[in-house]
């Protein structure tokens, strides 16, 4: 008797929460922003598709293909993605024209994935005047984790910041008595790597016995190196662009120095870095990566990326699959959708960046196993993992566990 | 102007184009009929007529009332590059020199202004006086060794110093006062006086206020004796200095006032653009304004606009036409602009006031 009444009472209460739950949805008003509509969401977006940075104009394309491929599928409930991409040459003036035209021509719900330092802060001051979400920025820049003065700002990537820190945790556990020399490039990405390092070293910030920055006019790095090694350091981070680092690990090897040698994720490309400095001169440099690399063979039987290289054959076939940038912009586009989906049918503004602020454990197909999106209304950082690895051979060697950066750990 | 000249000599059909063509606007009556064109040319192929003149002003003063206000942040970024295509035709349309290093000025106007705005804080209308006197030294500075060098050499010296201005920007030892590679915000002022309009609108008035008065004044100067003497530097520098010029003299003032001007329109074009950057002030920057000049017409100034006009809105038509190709579709536009009108727009109002006067007649 008592269980049949506790019976008809937990019926009767999902009934209740069944009742709630549709009948919640059912009547939830459907809102619009400029940009969205039963059938359509307008989607802006930058990128340097002429100009110095160039290359990372597949970023670009490959979500331009991405949301294709979502359209093809049937859209974002029931909606279509119309992904307006314009080109700024790099150029900060150029972006803020172009970020205008995006909003207030072509009238879009967001603009996403705008990219560059430089572009995204001549913009960020207008996106937030109008109250325009600036999603998922393609830089690493640490600045874009600042929720309280730009709340309609946010980042993507690990920042530099966070990069370094996980250098610093990592070598605080395995060499503490390590004496560090640091070679940075003298400009917003090696200052703000410098300064994640220095920061991550807390207390220990003593272990840095010298640093070094050059200018990327230089044509040769050698002088700073020799320097470096004078220093007696035995720990090397290397915190430079792809021909710098390049060069760094070549005069190394010459010199016959064989510290701890720490490589930035930015020059960490295989084919890029590693290979034009030579095999035998990297073995055992260390780096950290977020997302997995199209180039390497441990990957292939990967669901993940199996997904990915199906969608480069269908929607992007002229895309080179050990291209970075093909992996970056499948990625970032896939958290787009993401955020979109749990908009539901409510697409204002306010309501995307809410949404974006509360990813829980999203995991795109492209990013290393165990490595997650979170974000909350005072985390405007989605991407805070890494994972170390070595070099091996003729390939990148994962080791150890993701390594977290979030807040409070 | 030997281009003109050229076309004279070499087809003398169009003899009567050109005597029209070079005399807008309503004072066409006082050019003789039968003196040659080319006695016409430095003074007036210069300018725009009156007539011409109000009806463009009337223009640009109209046109924002019934516009976006994107078209109207294009608008004033028109009226900005203008003054800088203009400052190019001076020095080089006046004075035949060349520069590819418009953009270093440009560079320190708006950094000048951007600074003494954010750190000093300054009005924004202040600082562009100042920002036209320190570019007016530096380039008068700049013109002393330059004096030695001519045409290409002297394109290089110029380009130069294009090259390294966003290195020199981003170095340490300034980084206090530019925020070094992160570069500077800059606040958009409000319309004074509590006027109802909004921010864009009222910064596209102020900008077509200084636009205005620059361009008055360097008709002016064209016209002036100094203008002469550019001119006369320009078409034969040892019968310049035969008549007593002093050549060194007006080529170094000659880059003074151009980089003044250029000054002036960096500092607006920081306020239009809330931030600087060394990056936005790139080689790039100089070609685009050289070509602008080219496009609009070496040498008449209303050709200034014409030419901004060009390289603000062609790269956005070469995008819509292919977003992987642009640069490539950019350059066929701009082939076609060169091998059909080798003049510039100077060559289509040429055409205009042939077909008016043509009409008249009938």
Not at chain 1, 168 to 188: C, F, R, S, W
Not at chain 2, 119 to 132: E, F, I, K, S
Not at chain 2, 270 to 285: E, G, H, K, M, N
Request: with cysteine.
């Amino acid at each position: 008797m008592l269980s049949a009444k506790k019976a008809r009472i937990a019926a009767f209460a999902t009934a209740v929460t069944v009742f709630a739950a549709t009948s919640g949805s059912a009547l939830a008003q459907k809102k619009y922003d400029t940009g969205a509509t039963d059938t359509e969401i307008k989607i802006g977006n930058i990128m340097p598709y002429s100009g110095p940075a160039s290359a990372y104009g597949v970023i670009g394309k490959t979500e331009e293909a991405y949301f294709k491929k979502i359209n093809a599928e049937g859209g974002i409930n029931g909606r279509k993605i119309d992904f307006i991409s314009y080109d700024d040459g790099y150029s900060p003036p150029k972006a803020v024209e172009q970020a205008r035209k995006l909003v207030e021509s072509d009238e879009v719900l967001l603009i996403f994935n705008p990219l560059g330092t430089p572009s995204n802060s001549a913009i960020e001051k207008y996106m937030n005047a109008k109250k325009v979400p600036q999603l998922f920025v393609a830089t690493g820049a640490t600045k874009w984790n600042d929720p309280k003065d730009f709340p309609w700002t946010m980042g993507w990537q690990p920042s530099y910041q966070s990069e370094a820190h996980i250098y610093a945790k990592y070598l605080m556990k395995e060499k503490p008595d390590g004496k560090i020399a640091v070679l940075y490039q003298n400009d917003d990405f090696g200052k703000d790597y410098l300064k994640g390092l220095k920061d991550g070293l807390g207390a220990k910030v003593s272990m840095i016995v010298a640093e070094e920055s050059y200018e990327t006019s230089e044509p040769s790095i050698d002088d700073h190196i020799v320097k470096l090694k004078a220093s007696g350091a035995d720990v090397f981070i290397n915190i430079s662009t792809p021909k710098f680092a390049a060069q760094a690990i070549k005069k190394i090897a010459e010199l016959g120095w064989t510290p701890l040698h720490i490589v930035s994720n930015v020059s960490s490309s295989v084919g890029g870095v590693i290979k034009p400095a030579g095999y035998e001169n990297s073995q055992g440099i260390l780096s950290a990566a977020y997302a997995k690399d199209g180039a390497d063979p441990q990957w292939d039987n990967d669901p993940g990326m199996k997904k990915f290289f199906a969608f480069l054959e269908k929607y992007y076939p002229d895309a080179n699959k050990i291209d970075g940038s093909t992996v970056y912009g499948y990625g970032a586009a896939q958290t787009m959708v993401k955020v979109l989906q749990m908009c539901g049918d409510d697409l204002t503004r306010e309501n995307v960046m809410k949404q974006a602020a509360s990813l829980k454990d999203f995991a795109p197909d492209t990013l290393l196993p165990g490595v997650k999106i979170n974000t909350s209304a005072t985390d405007f950082a989605p991407i805070e993992q890494l994972q170390m690895m070595r070099f091996k051979g003729e390939k990148w060697d994962l080791f150890g566990d993701i390594i977290s950066d979030e807040p409070g750990n | 102007m030997s281009a003109v000249q050229d076309a004279v000599t070499k087809n003398p059909t169009i003899d009567v184009v050109s005597e029209n063509a070079l005399t807008f606007g309503v004072d066409s009556q006082d050019v003789a009929i039968g003196i040659p064109a080319i006695d016409a040319v430095p003074k007036r192929a210069m300018t725009l007529g009156y007539g011409s003149s109000l009806v463009m002003l009337a223009l640009l003063l109209l046109v924002p009332l019934f516009v976006k206000n994107f078209i109207i942040f294009q608008l004033t970024m028109l009226l900005i590059y203008g003054l800088a295509v203009l400052a190019l035709n001076i020095l080089t349309g006046g004075s035949g020199q060349f520069s590819l290093g418009q953009s270093a000025f440009y560079a320190v106007g708006a950094y000048t202004s951007a600074i003494l705005m954010e750190h000093a804080g300054v009005n924004y209308a202040l600082t562009l006086p100042v920002a036209g006197i320190i570019c007016f030294g530096f380039g008068f500075l700049f013109g002393q060794p330059a004096l030695r060098l001519s045409g290409v050499y002297l394109a290089l010296a110029t380009f130069a110093l294009a090259t390294a201005m966003p290195q020199l920007l981003k170095l340490n030892f300034f980084e206090p006062w530019t925020g070094g590679v992160q570069g500077l915000v800059v606040t958009k002022p409000d319309a004074p006086f509590g006027l109802p309009m909004s921010q864009d609108m009222w910064l596209y008035y102020f900008t077509l206020v200084v636009t205005v008065a620059i361009y008055i004044f360097s008709v002016n100067l064209l016209k002036s004796r100094s203008g002469r003497a550019f001119m006369a530097i320009r078409d034969n520098e040892i019968a310049a200095s035969a008549m007593g010029i002093d050549v060194a003299l007006y080529k170094t003032l000659a880059f003074g006032v151009s980089a003044g001007i250029t000054g002036v329109a960096g500092g607006l074009g920081a306020i239009a653009v809330q931030f600087v950057a060394p990056d936005s002030y790139t080689i790039t920057l100089a070609i685009q304004l050289f070509l602008g000049m080219v496009v609009g017409g070496v040498g008449w100034l209303p050709g200034s606009i014409v030419g901004s006009a060009f390289i603000i809105f062609v790269p956005n038509i070469a995008e819509s036409v292919s977003k992987g190709l642009s640069g490539a579709v950019f350059g066929v536009l701009l082939f076609l602009v060169i091998f059909l009108m080798p003049h510039g727009a100077r060559q289509v109002a040429m055409i205009c006031q042939q077909l008016v006067g043509k009409l008249r007649k009938n």
